[in-house]
């Protein structure tokens, strides 16, 4: 049915049942609104980007940023080890043959020396003794029996978790719209080679998987799987309506980008960078508050800042009011705001009868990711204030 850029304020009229616009609409990725009486309904962004099939429709919402731009701050965002290379290979137009692509050709390069294979451990009944019996379930399930055995044990197998989660994201990515016939027939092939590998259970969200010597071959390809997983669905609707979809909230890409890329830049300094610091308003406690990021030594907080995917169409006065009671609760004198759409230049606002300032900093996401990552780490420079030697008495 076409494409829509993230920032199209007009949208596309189109004709669709019913049926069909409801479903685009719970894939989050669309604002969808009738249009008339004559069953013409009006598309439009709303805040996310990416590509869904509902039936036989298919929209794409295309980000400002690029695709490989985006995937860049996904991955960046889940493993700061993350590297750009890994989304590069198809055009930069559409989001799900650029992922379909890269996720192949990772996975060509993670089972080109064979699939992996590694111990696993099996519950079984069996005539014979293998490995540790399981005497509380053989008495719970099988009080008085001698056979078969309720056994624990050890095997060399390809089921792993490693296995399990790069078939599952093949597989989840060929229910997407618009991949082309040859990447699409190299994800069943590569599915192939997994045969007898299990599946992740739907909804439930990867397991983490820790990196090895071993399993190095795999990273780049497991990163990819992972972005799928978590942010590719499939849901069958009332009747043979299927929806297939590939969303992504671009506000909180930046934020989730921006947090990961803080607490790298700051690791060398004292102290800890938490993402979502939980505090409160009011000496009550009943009014929680949850600054994006903030950077505290020996518990104490020592810097505030939030990040902005753009200014809201009133201006920043609401940013500005939320740093505000930020940095009144934290006890600060500075507030951050770092924005990824909105002021070109750097901006100071001094907040009158307060004592307090909040500092608005633009970060430039059209530029490399290693230059995207200096401004961070320039920004990160910035803020950070050595400590006051003590007043002598």
């Known amino acids: 049915m076409g494409s829509l850029a993230e920032d199209d304020n007009h949208g596309k009229v189109v004709s669709v049942s019913s049926a069909t616009a409801t479903a685009l609409r719970r894939s989050g990725l ?18 996310k980007v990416g590509a869904v099939r509902a039936g036989e429709v298919d929209v794409m919402v295309t980000p400002k940023v690029g695709i490989e731009r985006l995937l860049f701050l996904l991955g960046y965002a889940a493993n700061p080890g993350f ?55 053989q008495l719970s399930r099988r009080p008085g029996m001698l056979l078969p055995l309720e056994v624990r044990h ?60 071993l399993n190095a071959r795999y990273q780049p390809a497991l990163r990819l799987a992972e972005l799928v997983l978590t942010h590719q669905s499939l849901e069958t609707g009332p009747g043979p309506l299927t929806t297939a979809s590939f969303v992504v909230d671009m506000a909180r ?23 979502q610091y939980r505090t409160h308003l009011d000496a009550s406690r009943l009014v929680s508050v949850r600054p994006d990021i903030v950077h505290t030594v020996d518990g104490t907080p020592r810097i505030v800042l939030d990040a902005k995917y753009k200014v809201q169409k009133d201006g920043p006065g609401t940013d500005l009011y939320q740093m505000l009671a ?12 770092a924005y990824a759409q909105g002021p070109t230049t750097p901006r100071t606002y001094r907040i009158r009868n307060t004592g307090i300032e909040v500092v608005a ?25 050595p400590p006051s030697p003590p007043m002598r008495p």
């Open 361 to 385: 900093r633009p970060l430039d996401l059209a530029t490399s990711p290693t230059e995207l990552l200096k401004q961070i780490s320039h920004l990160a420079d910035e803020i950070w204030e």
């Open 83 to 137: 590297r750009p290379d890994d989304v590069q290979g198809a055009a930069d137009d559409d989001l799900l043959p650029l992922m379909a692509e890269s996720l192949a050709r990772q996975a060509e390069r993670a089972l080109a020396a064979g699939v992996l294979q590694g111990y696993v451990t099996i519950d079984d009944a069996l005539m014979t003794v293998r490995g540790r019996p399981r005497l509380g379930d």
């Open 326 to 337: 930020y940095c009144t609760t934290l006890n600060l004198k500075r507030g951050w705001l």
């Open 30 to 47: 669309l604002r969808v609104e009738p249009e008339g009486t004559d069953g013409k309904w009006r598309l439009l962004p709303h805040g």
């Open 154 to 213: 050890d095997e060399y197998s390809a089921d792993i978790p490693e296995n399990r989660v790069l078939r599952s994201a093949m597989e989840r990515m060929l229910t997407g719209p618009r991949l082309p016939a040859g990447t699409r027939a190299r994800l069943i092939h590569l599915c192939g080679r997994l045969d007898g590998v299990g599946r992740l259970d739907p909804g439930r969200p990867p397991p983490h998987i820790r990196e090895t010597r």
């Open 253 to 275: 890409v930046f934020e989730d980008f921006v947090t990961t890329a803080m607490r790298e830049a700051l690791a060398g300094r004292p102290g800890t960078t938490h993402g």
